[in-house]
């Protein structure tokens, strides 16, 4: 393993070795406080251009599950079929694994897919600094390499257009009713739990315009990056929304993008909420639902408009989880009802929403 150090944009270092592919890498360092889950999260598009960190000690002692895409098109274990986080930061990388399921080590898999992965850094001050500084942009340097120091392109840059979709593609075809998914950077577990209510998904680019098309309902859905970079999708939003009720649902940049056709306006979270132990309320109940969250984004409730109001929010911190228009048949959450991994105790939003499609 060779030695390396991540260096903040405050020039604090942390010291560790490489146990993924050796090269230098920047991006924006953000933490992610699950206990498992690996797998889901290298494959979540939402990590596009961000470094993540690992809170749990522990990583790689389950190993890696296959590869494979089942008939659906849908891949069997993965949120998409690569990784996206520009590089993995553990406290105690785990060489040897054991699982049923497992059929190579975190570190090939790291490896194969050109992906930097450091381990014996100090993740818990790591995660310190980030919560009191706010996220920041760091760079993982070689030692031996100290002139090859890599450039980090984070703002400004519209990731959703890099992993969105290039091509209509269409899920569950003949299924029963038809839904447009907005896909701005989408996992795969959205794509499963619509499929699985028998619904038709046509996967459209995140700047289509899908107003013309046949369809009952539209789904937008998560993506990685500024909401504000998304101008084009916002747009299309609004005009569907001004043709009509079809039923609208959004998840994560969804939910952001719902906000912001609808006049909302859209803030930076100071350390963003990724975890699986978020807990969220119902507005207007006692209704207290654990979820799945990676999100740096969060829209800003006093903004809605007077038709518009809250649906959730995070009792962590107060901010918004989700909207819903007073009179059609439009709502959103900011976190993953999907979860995949993590809690399920939302999974009716997915109900509600093929229930509202005639």
Same mark, same amino acid.
């Given at each position: 393993? %060779?030695?390396? $150090?991540? /260096? =903040?944009?405050?020039?604090?270092?942390?010291? &560790? @070795?490489?146990?993924?592919? #050796?090269? !230098?890498?920047?991006?924006?360092?953000?933490?992610?406080?699950?206990?498992?889950?690996?797998?889901?999260?290298?494959?979540?598009?939402?990590?596009?251009?961000?470094?993540?960190?690992?809170?749990?000690?522990?990583?790689?002692?389950?190993?890696?599950?296959?590869?494979?895409?089942?008939?659906?098109?849908?891949?069997?274990?993965?949120?998409?079929?690569?990784?996206?986080?520009?590089?993995?930061?553990?406290?105690?990388?785990?060489?040897?694994?054991?699982?049923?399921?497992?059929?190579?080590?975190?570190?090939?898999?790291?490896?194969?897919?050109?992906v930097p992965g450091i381990?014996?850094?100090?993740? %818990?001050?790591? $995660?310190? /600094? =980030?919560?009191?500084?706010?996220?920041?942009? &760091? @760079?993982?340097?070689?030692? #031996?390499? !100290?002139?090859?120091?890599?450039?980090?392109?984070?703002?400004?840059?519209?990731?959703?257009?890099?992993?969105?979709?290039?091509?209509?593609?269409?899920?569950?075809?003949?299924?029963?009713?038809?839904?447009?998914?907005?896909?701005?950077?989408?996992?795969?577990?959205?794509?499963?739990?619509?499929?699985?209510?028998?619904?038709?998904?046509?996967?459209?680019?995140?700047?289509?315009?899908?107003?013309?098309?046949?369809?009952?309902?539209?789904?937008?859905?998560?993506?990685?990056?500024?909401?504000?970079?998304?101008?084009?999708?916002?747009?299309?939003?609004?005009?569907?929304?001004?043709?009509?009720?079809?039923?609208?649902?959004?998840?994560?940049?969804?939910?952001?993008?719902?906000?912001?056709?609808?006049?909302?306006?859209?803030?930076?979270?100071k350390y963003g909420h990724?975890?699986?132990?978020?807990?969220?309320?119902?507005?207007?109940?006692?209704?207290?639902?654990?979820?799945?969250?990676?999100?740096?984004?969060?829209?800003?409730?006093?903004?809605?408009?007077?038709?518009?109001?809250?649906?959730?929010?995070?009792?962590?911190?107060?901010?918004?989880?989700?909207?819903?228009?007073?009179?059609?048949?439009?709502?959103?959450?900011?976190?993953?009802?999907?979860?995949?991994?993590?809690?399920?105790?939302?999974?009716?939003?997915?109900?509600?929403?093929?229930?509202?499609?005639?």
């Amino acid at each position: 393993m %060779r030695n390396v $150090t991540l /260096v =903040l944009n405050d020039g604090t270092e942390f010291h &560790g @070795k490489s146990f993924g592919y #050796d090269a !230098p890498v920047a991006g924006e360092v953000v933490f992610n406080t699950a206990m498992m889950g690996y797998p889901e999260s290298l494959t979540d598009p939402s990590y596009a251009g961000q470094m993540l960190v690992m809170t749990f000690p522990l990583v790689g002692n389950y190993g890696v599950p296959p590869f494979t895409i089942e008939q659906n098109k849908i891949p069997s274990y993965m949120e998409s079929n690569k990784i996206y986080v520009s590089a993995l930061i553990v406290s105690d990388y785990s060489e040897a694994y054991s699982h049923w399921n497992a059929v190579e080590s975190l570190a090939s898999w790291l490896k194969r897919e050109h992906v930097p992965g450091i381990t014996g850094i100090d993740t %818990r001050e790591l $995660t310190k /600094v =980030l919560r009191e500084h706010g996220v920041m942009m &760091g @760079k993982i340097i070689f030692d #031996d390499e !100290p002139d090859n120091i890599p450039e980090a392109h984070y703002e400004g840059v519209n990731f959703v257009d890099i992993v969105s979709t290039k091509e209509i593609i269409k899920y569950n075809e003949g299924g029963g009713k038809k839904v447009i998914l907005v896909d701005c950077g989408v996992k795969a577990n959205i794509l499963r739990e619509l499929v699985s209510r028998n619904v038709e998904v046509i996967s459209v680019p995140w700047n289509y315009d899908y107003t013309g098309m046949d369809y009952d309902g539209l789904f937008l859905a998560n993506g990685p990056g500024d909401p504000d970079m998304c101008a084009d999708a916002v747009a299309i939003i609004r005009k569907q929304m001004n043709a009509g009720s079809k039923p609208i649902c959004g998840i994560c940049m969804g939910n952001q993008l719902m906000a912001k056709a609808a006049g909302a306006t859209i803030y930076k979270l100071k350390y963003g909420h990724r975890g699986h132990n978020q807990p969220v309320r119902m507005v207007g109940t006692n209704k207290c639902y654990i979820t799945s969250q990676n999100h740096g984004y969060a829209l800003d409730a006093k903004t809605l408009d007077k038709d518009w109001e809250e649906l959730f929010v995070n009792m962590n911190d107060g901010s918004n989880e989700g909207i819903r228009h007073k009179t059609h048949p439009w709502f959103s959450s900011q976190f993953h009802p999907e979860a995949s991994s993590g809690p399920m105790d939302t999974e009716f939003i997915f109900d509600k929403f093929v229930g509202a499609l005639k």
